[in-house]
């Protein structure tokens, strides 16, 4: 009775510290029930396709706890730029980790390497001294604070490995597949060996590969090892399907719904464990994806674009290098010369083809929100960089709310080595400014949550990173962009009275629509408006 007491006094006392002090201080302590958190990171799962028929397990933890209505992935909506805000709390600006494939001369001078591979990530960080990551992530923070993170992995190796970068050095647990596969599949060593002794190589790629095996393997790991064995205080999981069949069968397709009805298995699979292990009615759970989707319906070749305009001069040329996120472009230019950078976006506006545009801002973002180009947006008011390994220039692409074959809305133009133009088919991907692929799936469940919440106010994944270290008492500095989702917890304030803005910002015939709450802005969409 005492506890029960003391915990609703904690709670009370929450609640009256957040009203008094909306919006809420940064680093405001909160007393956790929890004895175990976790992340589990659903690659590619749009929140439309949440249900009770595709995702029993999944729709029922939304049901119980809090779903996130106004969710936002990170700009470009892609898998390691999400890894990295995951990881770290903070947006590209910060972390340093801009796009699926990126432009680093340290790594090479003339063109982007994928972030997809983990061996890329290690040589970026031995040639800039440490600096793969420009903050600590939320595995170092835990281990300096006397808590044991573990991190798992299903995906691509450069996605697990964003997700604990030193595990390799100490800190913590990381498990993923195919760093090296059959050989070093975990760090730190023991915890290698361990893995290949009960559990074997994971499940080989070659050929026509079956990604629902991967999940299956993951999900074993998770509960017949890391949660008996290791014991961790927080764990993020990555399940890597629906991404990877999504992009070939398409969103909503027969093949898709099947891997996400298996990923959602193994999360029922998790949530039986917990029961077994007693953690059930003391963890919290969070269910977030790192992007939406959108079928593609257009082609378009930059790079042979700006070959064709005298913009760039060869494909392999150093003075404009590109590197693509799929529905979206940064675009490198050579000693960050404005006038070319000018050059290039004048051009690019004259292209059907081209969407919003951003260039380096102005001033503080939102506030000021102009690009120093005529007609472009700031790349800080989108969290990304305009120094260091940011682009010179950002791209997107039209996109529509049409809906696909299976009727899912959501269709986006996409960078691609083939002659610019419309593309047939069910493909689908991710990158853009589309709502259909910013809005991500967020929901958290658990002892520290409300119950049978649809919030509204807007989050982005960063938020999940900063409400775990939050609720851990681990103090958060300015390196942590996300906010603390204080209305989501117990004793919270009534998220129907935060108050939240929707502003729309046009240069030209290019708009850009944000939602903000207090100091924190998430950016919803952007396009440019049809001429008649």
Same mark, same amino acid.
């Given at each position: ?25 940064? %680093? ?45 992935? +990170? ?32 790594? @090479? ?7 997809? @591979? ?20 939320? &595995? ?5 604070? %006397?808590?044991?993170? &573990?991190?798992?992995?299903? %995906? ?11 595990? !390799? ?20 060593? &023991? ?51 629906? @991404? ?16 996400? !009805? ?27 994806? =790192? ?16 070959? =064709? ?25 050579? /000693?960050? /010369? ?35 180009? /005529? ?11 305009? $120094?260091?390994?940011?682009? @010179? ?16 809305? %959501? ?11 419309? !593309? ?22 658990? +002892? ?7 919030? $509204? ?20 500095? =300015?390196?942590? !962009?996300? $906010? ?22 046009? $240069? =030209? ?24």
């Amino acid at each position: 009775m005492i506890k029960l007491i003391n915990k609703r006094i904690s709670r009370l006392c929450l609640a009256v510290a957040l009203i008094l002090c909306l919006p809420p201080l940064v %680093g405001a302590a909160i007393k956790s029930e929890a004895k175990l958190t976790i992340m589990l990171i659903v690659d590619g799962l749009r929140p439309d396709v949440v249900s009770h028929e595709n995702t029993p397990n999944i729709y029922k933890l939304a049901e119980e706890g809090v779903r996130f209505e106004n969710s936002h992935a +990170v700009f470009p909506t892609v898998t390691r730029v999400n890894a990295a805000a995951l990881a770290t709390g903070a947006y590209p600006i910060v972390n340093g980790i801009v796009g699926n494939s990126m432009y680093a001369p340290e790594v @090479d001078a003339n063109r982007a390497f994928s972030t997809g @591979d983990y061996k890329n990530l290690l040589m970026l960080d031995e040639r800039t001294g440490g600096r793969l990551l420009f903050c600590k992530s939320w &595995a170092q923070r835990l281990l300096e604070n %006397g808590l044991t993170p &573990a991190a798992l992995g299903s %995906g691509s190796t450069g996605s697990a490995f964003l997700l604990n970068h030193r595990a !390799r050095e100490g800190v913590g647990v990381l498990i993923g597949g195919y760093f090296e596969p059959g050989e070093i599949l975990a760090w730190p060593e &023991a915890v290698n060996q361990a893995v290949l002794q009960q559990f074997g190589a994971a499940p080989s790629l070659k050929g026509e590969p079956n990604y629902n095996v991967k999940v299956d393997w993951i999900t074993r790991v998770l509960n017949d090892y890391v949660l008996t064995e290791i014991k961790p205080d927080v764990i993020y999981c990555w399940l890597t399907e629906p @991404d990877h069949t999504q992009h070939g069968a398409g969103i909503g397709a027969p093949k898709t719904l099947e891997t996400i !009805r298996n990923s959602d298995r193994n999360i029922g699979l998790f949530l039986q464990k917990l029961k077994a292990l007693g953690l059930y009615d003391a963890t919290d759970v969070f269910i977030v994806s =790192d992007h939406g989707f959108g079928t593609y319906n257009y082609n378009v070749n930059v790079a042979q674009a700006l070959i =064709d305009a005298g913009l760039k001069k060869s494909a392999s040329s150093d003075d404009v290098v590109l590197a693509s996120s799929g529905q979206s472009v940064l675009i490198h230019v050579k /000693d960050r /010369d404005k006038a070319r950078i000018a050059e290039i976006t004048d051009f690019l506006k004259t292209q059907a083809w081209c969407g919003v545009l951003f260039t380096a801002g102005t001033g503080t973002p939102p506030e000021r929100y102009e690009g120093f180009v /005529d007609g472009t947006f700031s790349l800080e008011l989108l969290h990304q960089p305009s $120094r260091g390994r940011g682009a @010179d220039i950002i791209l997107t692409f039209p996109w529509s709310s049409q809906k696909n074959k299976y009727g899912y809305p %959501g269709m986006d133009y996409s960078n691609s080595s083939r002659a610019t133009g419309p !593309r047939s088919g069910v493909g689908a991907g991710h990158g853009s400014m589309s709502p259909w692929t910013i809005r991500n799936t967020m929901i958290a469940w658990g +002892v520290d949550f409300k119950s049978g919440i649809r919030n $509204r106010v807007p989050a982005c994944s960063v938020d999940f990173t900063a409400t775990i270290l939050a609720l851990k008492n681990i103090p958060l500095d =300015d390196n942590i !962009r996300g $906010r603390v989702l204080y209305e989501a917890l117990e004793g919270g304030p009534d998220h129907e009275q935060i108050v939240v803005e929707t502003l729309a910002y046009e $240069r =030209d015939d290019a708009v850009i629509q944000i939602s903000k709450t207090g100091k924190y802005w998430y950016v919803d969409k952007s396009w440019r408006v049809q001429q008649e």
